[in-house]
């Protein structure tokens, strides 16, 4: 504990030694990493907090609005002026509005100022800075590693003296003044409190402690145990021991050879233990009819006898069995077993009980056997294994759902309950033969069989109800399966059913698996996941009260399917129900969609998921794939590829000046092409604002009007679901006669329980509707369009955000073409175009009668908007004109001329004309 402790004070201290250094980094300089690119209109300023108020002005932009004034000399990168910005052999010294640097020696941004940056940066607004290894801030200063002062109740030190928090220290000798205290090796602590000197004596006064190999343990202020390790101890007289000789107030011994008691002694190998006695291993004697002499023969009063190795029987109330000359013939027969570990397992999980079996095997080869099973799952899941006598109230809930009237008192009462349930369970029979290991057949009840061949390594075959399987050669030489009726599987965002094959052949490469779904129409996802929770709820008979409620609820989600449709008053079981509804989307004439997959390696693979298909040719490295929205296409890749997306509604709306700009996910249309990876072409639809919205309010409209659409769905789907509850809460018809004479008890908590659960749902998705339907008229409103009454439908909100995005969009195509060397974009009477990326670049805005083109940045540069142009060629040339008004000048004014009102004038050599 005291080298934990000292652990935790370094930890502390080094960290707070970083953060100090950190904090006190504060004072940085950007400007001094950035290299400006002596461009006036492209320089960034610095971020507000270096900026003081003597900076506001000059932070204004430039009064020229394409970035060249009559000012300018370029030289670049020798000397450069221009629109506030000046350099000299860029990037050494350079000057803008927001401060100067001359690197790597000085720097000044803002409130900033650095001189031979890192070694030293300060802000005098902030009071904050560092000189090489000394740091200040309004808070603290110091000099790192020698000492740091930040005021009281905070950490201080001064080389391995240090203050934290009203303790203090001398790092790593000791600590005083806190809660755990240390000097070198011995320790004391107030609360609790302990002391010691480690590793050789600690106390802590009222509960024990060691000292050495003695140690001690007090309870109730009283010595508990002692003793010196290892070879002696003394546990309040209960035990005690001195190596190995060992006595309590009743036994004694010598480990392992001997020990005695009152009514027990051994002497290795003899023993004896009340009545029995025996002689280990050769014999065991309990009483006259139970004895053991090895190895001739055993013999119990439950009728077991064994005689090596001719013959031997068991027979007990629930279990038979003989055997002849070993496992040459054997027979057995057992009925309800004991409540061993396994059949508690099973009680704990609510697993299949194992009521009675019959089994026979003759000679090794072959064997078969019955078995019946009665189908548990019904209740116990709950119970806890440490406390059987007191059931928790939602097993005894459980209980009463199946007609138990009277609460189990103990744990042998359970495992009657549960014989008792298990008993009316119905029954299913299972058969099994075979021929070891040649073959093996099974059957069970009405549900399927299956059969193999030499352990499964020839062939193997196995059909149920639902689900077929058919292998050879452990499907080495191929495998088909089958599966039918999948109750109630999730695809997509929907629940629906589905049916499933499968064939594969290894040896050719070839397999398919075909999935047929049937599509619910809309509304009816929330009655399916309804039925398919509710149908979970039953298992074995479902003529039980709670049963019967569980399918009143049932019936009022089959209505909502469909009007006037319910279970039949047949349908008695939870595999008559289960077959009923797996039936439903046939009987509703539901459509169906297949999802495929077929392959023959390395040929072709073909696959269809809905309304998704793709073709792939591995061998041509092709394909081709068509889904909603999209199509995609490769031929020999990566000599060719194309895709085409298209989308029927407005998913993001853009500024028609912004269009260049625009995400993918703007796109209403979008056809793709590359070929080589070095030529492709692009021709996009963009959906611009066309109204006198803008498109950012226009993109909060909609989507508002989206999640109002989402959340009052979400609300109709929960008051449909309380309205049936409730439907399902009224009194239940008059139960059918009772066979026994136990008083029936119908609980209706499951029922309420259910009802305030969705209770709360729509309570929830009603506060959800309010806030979006409030946020949607707001934002219509904002925008000067008609609000829709809170009680709107999910189709009238739908159709006014159809129409707002109709009524308020229009399309812009796009067009852009990528290669190695060149890239352009064009749409909407815009453009832009580059050359190697910054080697030459260009844009052009028609609308706006604006263009610009650059080479090499200050090579050559010529930009124009409206009747305005400026022209920059590299070196000393630049050309101005303004309608009528021009100014051509070269080396500054070693030469220049203008006309401006109708005057003209220059220079000449500095001299003005």
């Given amino acids: 504990m005291h080298y934990n402790i000292s652990l935790r004070r370094m930890t502390r201290f080094a960290a707070a030694a970083l953060t100090a250094l950190v904090l006190a980094g504060c004072a940085s300089s950007e400007r001094m990493m950035r290299l400006s690119g002596g461009d006036g209109a492209s320089h960034q300023p610095p971020r507000k907090e270096r900026l003081g108020s003597s900076f506001v002005a000059a932070a204004r932009p430039s009064a020229s609005p394409i970035g060249l004034d009559a000012s300018l000399i370029n030289f670049w990168p020798f000397f450069f002026r221009g629109a506030g910005y000046y350099s000299v052999l860029w990037p050494f010294i350079d000057r803008d509005p927001y401060g100067f640097a001359v690197r790597p020696f000085y720097n000044r941004e803002g409130n900033e100022y650095s001189v031979l940056f890192p070694l030293s940066a300060w802000n005098p607004v902030n009071g904050d800075g560092w000189v090489i290894n000394g740091y200040w801030n309004k808070s603290r200063f110091g000099v790192v590693p020698l000492f740091q002062y930040s005021g009281d109740d905070r950490f201080n030190y001064c080389g391995p003296v240090w203050m934290w928090h009203g303790a203090t220290g001398i790092f790593p000798l000791g600590s005083f003044g806190g809660n755990f205290n240390y000097c070198m090796l011995a320790y004391w602590q107030k609360k609790p409190e302990k002391f010691g000197f480690f590793p050789l004596f600690h106390c802590t006064p009222g509960d024990g402690g060691y000292a050495g190999l003695v140690y001690w343990n007090i309870c109730g202020g009283k010595l508990a145990q002692w003793g010196v390790l290892p070879g002696l101890a003394d546990f309040s007289k209960s035990f005690n ?13 010598f480990f392992p050879l001997c020990g005695f008691g009152d009514d027990w002694w051994y002497a290795l190998p003899a023993w004896k233990s009340d009545r029995r006695f025996g002689v280990f291993p050769v014999l065991w004697w309990r009483d006259a009819v139970n004895h053991t002499v090895f190895p001739l023969y055993t013999i119990d009063d439950n009728g077991d006898f064994f005689l090596s190795p001719v013959v031997g029987w068991k027979r007990t109330p629930g279990e038979r069995m003989l055997s002849v000359l070993g496992p040459l013939w054997v027979s057995s027969r057992r009925r309800i077993p004991d409540c061993d570990s396994r059949a508690t397992e099973r009680i704990e999980r609510g697993d299949f009980y194992r009521e009675e079996s019959d089994f026979t095997l003759a000679g090794g080869l072959f064997y078969r056997g019955e078995t019946s099973i009665s189908r548990g799952g019904l209740i116990f899941h709950y119970v806890s294994r440490k406390n059987w006598e007191v059931l928790r109230p939602e097993v005894w809930s459980e209980l009463k759902k199946v007609g138990i009237s009277t609460e189990p008192a103990s744990y042998d009462e359970l495992k009657l309950v549960y014989k008792q349930i298990a008993a009316a369970m119905p029954m299913e029979e299972k058969f099994y033969c075979g021929v070891a290991p040649l073959f093996h057949y099974s059957q069970t009840g009405d549900r399927g069989n299956s059969f193999n061949l030499l352990l499964g390594l020839l062939a193997y075959w196995d059909k149920g109800q639902d689900r077929s399987c058919f292998r050879i050669g452990t499907g080495l030489l191929g495998v088909w399966e089958r599966e039918e009726g999948g109750l109630f599987r999730h695809y997509r965002s929907y629940s629906t059913l589905c049916s499933e094959s499968k064939l594969v052949i290894p040896e050719l490469l070839f397999g398919s698996t075909v999935r047929r779904y049937y599509i619910p129409p809309a509304g009816s996802d929330a009655a399916l996941k309804a039925i398919g929770l509710a149908l979970s709820e039953l298992s074995g008979a479902c003529e039980s009260p709670a049963a019967r409620q569980t399918r009143g609820i049932i019936n009022g989600w089959l209505n909502e399917l469909e009007p006037g449709l319910s279970l039949p008053e047949d349908a008695v079981t939870y595999e008559a129900v289960k077959r009923f509804c797996t039936a439903l989307p046939e009987r509703l004439k539901w459509p169906t969609r297949e999802c495929a997959t077929t392959g ?5 693979l073909h696959e269809k998921e809905l309304e998704r298909d793709n073709w792939i040719f591995p061998v041509l490295l092709s394909g081709h794939t068509t889904q909603v929205g999209r199509t995609t296409g490769a031929v020999l890749w990566p000599l060719y590829f194309y895709r085409r997306d298209t989308r029927a509604e407005v998913e993001q709306v853009v500024d028609k000046g912004a269009v260049l700009d625009t995400p993918q996910s703007a796109s209403l249309q979008d056809d ?24 950012q309010k226009l993109n909060v409209i909609l989507e508002k009007l989206d999640r109002w659409s989402e959340v009052r769905g979400a609300f109709d789907a929960a008051e449909r679901e309380l309205g049936i509850l409730r439907r399902a809460s009224l009194p239940l018809p008059p139960p059918p006669p009772q066979t026994d004479t136990a008083p029936v008890v119908v609980d209706t908590a499951s029922v309420t329980y259910k009802i305030d659960q969705a209770e709360k749902r729509s309570r929830q998705a009603a506060a959800r509707l309010k806030q979006a339907t409030g946020q949607s008229n707001e934002a219509l409103q904002a925008a000067g369009l008609p609000a829709l009454p809170p009680t709107a439908g999910v189709d009238a909100v739908a159709a006014l955000r159809s129409r707002v995005a109709k009524e308020n969009t229009g399309e812009v195509e796009l067009s852009s073409v ?8 064009t749409g909407g009477g815009m453009g832009r175009w580059s050359v190697l990326g910054l080697l030459a670049r260009g844009e052009y805005d028609n609308a706006r009668q604006k263009e610009s083109v650059e080479v090499l940045k200050f090579l050559y540069r010529r930009r124009q908007e409206g009747t305005r142009s400026e022209l920059l060629f590299f070196p000393f040339i630049t050309r101005r004109t303004d309608g009528d008004d021009w100014h051509w000048s070269f080396m500054y004014r070693v030469f220049d001329c203008w006309k401006k009102g109708g005057e003209t004038g220059g220079h000449i050599f500095f001299i003005p004309f």
């Fill in 241 to 253: 021991h001195v190596m190995n000789a060992w006595w309590t107030p009743e036994s004694f011994g």
């Fill in 600 to 604: 023959w390696m390395p040929f072709y």
């Fill in 672 to 695: 793709a092409g590359r070929i080589l990876l070095a030529f492709g072409w692009r021709n996009q639809k963009v959906a611009v604002a066309a109204g006198s919205i803008p498109a």
């Fill in 818 to 825: 990528d290669t190695l060397l060149y890239n352009q974009i």
